[in-house]
């Protein structure tokens, strides 16, 4: 049997998604809380950023099971960005103030997704992100890819539900790597990662290795 027609491995695939977006959601308050406390942009930044995360991820998950993978397929090109922006602050928290200060010039300058894939040095590859956009972004034909009334062999959601486990993961790495860098991350950190952490493990545990090593890093 494949693992997308595996019951154990979309219900893993599932059980990561809104385990993320319950942590996302736990870390987002409390960084709010503290940069109001503190009247930190940086923190504020950050809990914005995950908050976004966990609006999403949730928005993606209530989508999938309602077979709506075309507008959950809009939903994942946006997480695209937050990726992006995370993946900035954790190499350098300094972004966080600049990107939450910024004027529309200078995020149209700085933070459009090719202006950040750029200065991340092509860690993340144009392709995927073109990919996205075309089937869950601009209108586009190939986004039939993502609507049941198009025949095809394999369901939308097939491809859709693991690759946005993917993409969360590749963030939880990001927020992970940024949270020890923040006033009083580490503790927030350690409060609202375990249920993410256990999901993830187990679904990396039933998940087909060709699709864990799918992640879309370096092309």
């Known amino acids: 049997m494949v693992a997308a027609a595996n019951t154990d491995v979309v219900a893993s695939r599932y059980e990561a998604l809104e385990s993320a ?7 987002g308050e409390e960084l709010h809380v503290a940069g109001d406390l503190l009247k930190s942009h940086r923190l504020l930044a950050a809990a914005l950023l995950v ?3 966990s ?11 309602s077979t709506r993978e075309y ?4 939903l994942l090109r946006q997480l695209f960005e937050i990726e992006y922006l995370a993946f900035q602050a954790y ?9 939450y200060g910024a004027d529309p010039v200078a995020l149209r300058r700085q933070f459009t997704p090719q202006a950040m894939r750029k200065a991340l040095g092509g860690v993340f590859c ?9 089937v869950g972004g601009h209108p586009h034909p190939r986004a039939r890819m993502l609507l049941r009334k198009y025949a095809s062999r394999l369901s939308p959601d097939a491809f859709l539900l693991p690759d946005s486990v993917q993409h969360v993961r590749r963030l ?6 940024l949270m020890p860098q923040l006033d009083g991350g580490d503790g927030i950190l350690d409060r609202h990662a375990k249920g993410l952490t256990s999901a993830l493990a187990n679904w990396e545990r ?14």
Request: glycine letters at 8%; one cysteine or more; proline letters at 5%.
């Open 91 to 99: 190499a350098d928290p300094s972004q966080l103030e600049k990107w």
């Open 206 to 219: 039933v998940e087909n290795p060709r699709v864990l090593a799918c992640d879309g890093i370096d092309g």
């Open 71 to 74: 507008p959950a397929g809009t």
């Open 126 to 134: 144009d392709q995927e992100y073109w990919h996205h956009c075309e």
């Open 21 to 27: 977006s319950v942590a996302f959601s736990g870390i």
């Open 55 to 65: 609006e999403l991820t949730s928005g993606i998950v209530m989508l999938l099971r």
């Open 51 to 53: 908050n976004l995360a």
């Open 172 to 177: 939880w790495t990001s927020i992970r790597l």
